[in-house]
């Protein structure tokens, strides 16, 4: 009987090499797909253990944290870690300049001293439950237009059928494979999430953005935090009273260490990828959306950086939307890098061909390829102007919030117009100025203003351009080709505008005028872009869109059909449900003749520190127990050093921050917190010999809190695996 087992395993091994380590797999399916081929890699749970609906499972001590990241359960008491990443925003709006627990540190010496992470949520996976007959028999025979809008009328039904807003429960139902699949996963939210604790950002961010997505990497990329309930156990709003959540599943911490070729699985919530982009999505990509993204950031990037580092106001009240724009710049300049690398489009022409070969003669699909062909040529010269739009004029964020006025446009024009209506639109937009206020740099947004209006009058289409747009601004403030026309005319701008001008912005509440909005020159500005934006650009959006989406589903449903076999054992593309991947811990050799070892230590954190610098200073204790080696129980007794982070085999992306690394027997190791430069292209295309996961070692996690926070308090709450 052993033996007989033995060479099942052996051949469904075999049968599944081809798959090397991508996969982002969906717990509940883990047992029928892959569960052989990961006790093979060395996984020592049961299926129950991976997953269960009517037991706890490690599932449920899996987090959505916030509104993109993921983040673990560690303690009976409800102790959360996630990424720093994750939490810059809720650690950056507990500081201010006298307690500046950003670049201070905070510990919660007890859970009086915790912190109400206001706006912080955290989500609980319940169920998942597979609903595409339902969906799909109620779509039979439409396509277009009509399909996209009878789709999104059933999954808002079906997602109210199965939320019940009384328990803070809320559903969502994910459209797998292009949506030939569709699965309802319900969550609980919790909404009493509190900070407890995390180091410096120097440390927190150590290498900042010239080390983002790169290894070797010595970040210490981790930050805690706690929900509470009410003393019934359930999910509350925000109380003084409430107690931490005790929950159905945690994960115990193990600081006994790993090797090189050991077991990694990371469960959590990849936000999205198209592994099955076109050769023309590949290509527009390359050719235009990348490029016009990157230089459009790297301007704003540019800009805010000026201001925030002289001074330390300006840089807390910037410094989590300057990361997020960095964190994304720099993932698109690697991703059109590596994609014309590895040739990831004439990959897709091969793919696309074999297709071709199989789809001949079949009506339904024949016509594929030409036809998405078609879609791309006729939205292609528009796409530029698109990001544009998104990148450039409405990132600014004072013309983001001008155009978020048209409502108020609309509510004083409209033919028989209602008081109430002005008046809801006035009171949401003083809502939202105090707000855009509040992270309001001027300097910098002003020079953003003048540099895009300037690159978007040279770059885009001269046929495109908002009808006497640029024609006014010359005559009022010189050449087009002179950089300071522009330069004046973002002066004048942030000069008249009553946005920022409380005692006219109240003038205008007190009694709004269709035509005081209307000659705003911030309002005509964000207007002027976006009217022209809207009458000739959108519709030739949507219809790319939904053809795209048409010919995606299509493609996909080709593709399960041609090979049933294959279908059973495929993926979905990431849709910020949870997933679960695994792989080994593995080193690697990104180019010739060089070696990447699978752990960073202490040693090279010293290395590259350097006194007072942006990115790679460090806090005087951790410097001085560096020096003497104090490591505690935390030293890695291969390497007789702090290990601090580590790579792993495992296909994950963004949203995944935060996820819990485990090993074999379910214990945590890491949180996983990037992704390496060679394969940025990752979304696109896995790449099985050079894609690496990168982790934090929760060693170094605990050394901090123990020895440098001296919260010795959290330490004992983990249950610690030795
Ligand atoms: N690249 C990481 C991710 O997307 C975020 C790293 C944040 N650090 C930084 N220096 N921006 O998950």
Request: hydrophobic residues 40%.
């Amino acid at each position: 009987m052993k033996k007989f087992l033995f060479t099942v395993f052996i051949s469904v091994s075999f049968l599944l090499k081809s798959f090397a380590d991508e996969g982002m797999w969906l717990p509940l399916l883990l047992g029928q797909q892959v569960y052989s081929d990961m006790v093979k890699k060395g996984l020592k749970l049961s299926k129950e253990q991976l997953y269960s609906i009517n037991k706890a499972s490690i599932k449920d001590a899996i987090v959505i944290f916030g509104g993109g990241c993921t983040g673990e359960i560690v303690s009976n008491q409800g102790l959360i870690f996630t990424n720093h990443h994750c939490g810059y925003d809720a650690i950056a709006n507990a500081s201010s300049v006298e307690h500046n627990y950003l670049r201070d540190g905070f510990y919660a010496k007890n859970k009086g001293e915790e912190i109400p992470a206001k706006g912080v949520s955290v989500q609980f996976l319940l169920s998942i439950q597979d609903v595409t007959t339902q969906i799909l028999d109620s779509l039979k025979g439409l396509s277009g237009i009509e399909r996209a809008q009878r789709q999104a009328r059933v999954l808002m039904n079906l997602n109210s059928k199965y939320s019940d807003a009384t328990q803070n429960i809320e559903a969502r139902i994910s459209s797998l494979f292009k949506g030939n699949q569709f699965l309802v996963f319900v969550y609980q939210r919790y909404k009493d999430v509190r900070l407890v604790g995390t180091p410096t950002e120097s440390i927190g961010k150590f290498g900042g953005d010239t080390d983002n997505w790169e290894w070797p990497r010595h970040t210490g990329d981790f930050s805690v935090f706690r929900v509470y309930t009410n003393k019934e156990g359930k999910t509350a709003d925000y109380d003084a009273e409430n107690i931490p959540m005790v929950p159905k599943w945690f994960l115990p911490v193990s600081i006994k260490g790993f090797k090189d070729g050991d077991y990694a699985m990371i469960y959590g919530y990849p936000g999205g990828t198209n592994r099955y982009e076109t050769s023309f999505g590949v290509n527009q990509k390359i050719d235009i959306d990348n490029p016009t993204l990157v230089k459009l950031r790297d301007m704003r990037l540019k800009y805010m950086f000026e201001e925030m580092k002289k001074d330390e106001a300006v840089k807390l009240q910037l410094a989590s939307s300057y990361a997020g724009i960095a964190n994304y710049w720099k993932f698109f300049e690697g991703e059109t890098k590596q994609l014309i690398k590895y040739d990831v489009f004439n990959q897709k022409k091969k793919v696309e061909a074999e297709f071709a070969t199989w789809a001949n003669g079949k009506k339904e699909y024949e016509t594929i390829f030409p036809e998405w062909k078609t879609a791309y040529e006729n939205w292609r010269p528009f796409s530029k102007h698109r990001v544009f739009i998104t990148e450039g004029v409405f990132g600014s964020p004072l013309m983001a919030f001008a155009s978020s006025l048209q409502q108020v446009e609309i509510a004083l024009v409209q033919p028989g117009k209602k008081p109430s209506d002005v008046k809801n639109a006035i009171e949401a937009a003083s809502k939202a100025r105090e707000e855009f206020l509040k992270n309001e740099n001027k300097i910098s947004d002003q020079n953003i203003v003048g540099d895009v209006t300037k690159l978007f009058y040279q770059d885009v289409e001269k046929s495109q351009h908002p009808i006497d747009f640029y024609r006014a601004i010359s005559s009022v403030h010189g050449e087009l080709n002179d950089e300071q026309t522009f330069k004046k005319y973002a002066a004048f701008i942030f000069k008249n505008t009553f946005i920022l001008d409380d005692e006219k912005w109240n003038a205008f509440v007190a009694n709004p005028d269709a035509i005081v909005l209307q000659n705003d020159p911030a309002f005509a500005h964000a207007s002027a872009f976006l009217v022209n934006y809207q009458n000739k650009y959108v519709a030739k959006f949507q219809q790319f869109n939904i053809k795209n989406n048409e010919l995606g589903r299509l493609y996909l449903k080709g593709i399960l059909e041609m090979d049933s076999v294959k279908a059973k054992k495929m993926y979905p593309d990431a849709t910020f449900t949870m997933r679960v991947s695994y792989g080994n811990v593995k080193s690697y050799r990104p180019r010739d003749a060089v070696f990447y070892d699978y752990v960073c230590t202490m040693s090279g954190v010293l290395q590259k520190y350097k006194a007072k610098d942006y990115e790679f200073d460090l806090p005087e204790n951790l410097l001085e127990l560096a020096k003497k080696k104090d490591f505690g129980q935390y030293i890695d007794k291969q390497k007789n050093d702090l290990v601090i982070s580590f790579i792993t085999t495992n296909d994950i992306t963004g949203g995944n921050s935060g996820s819990p690394v485990l090993d074999a027997q379910g214990n945590l190791i890491g949180l996983a917190f990037d992704g390496n430069y060679e394969a940025l292209s990752h979304k696109i295309a896995f790449d099985k010999d050079l894609n690496r996961t990168i982790c934090v070692d929760v060693r170094y996690v605990l050394w901090c809190i123990d020895k440098l926070g001296g919260a010795s308090n959290l330490i004992n709450e983990l249950k610690l695996v030795k």
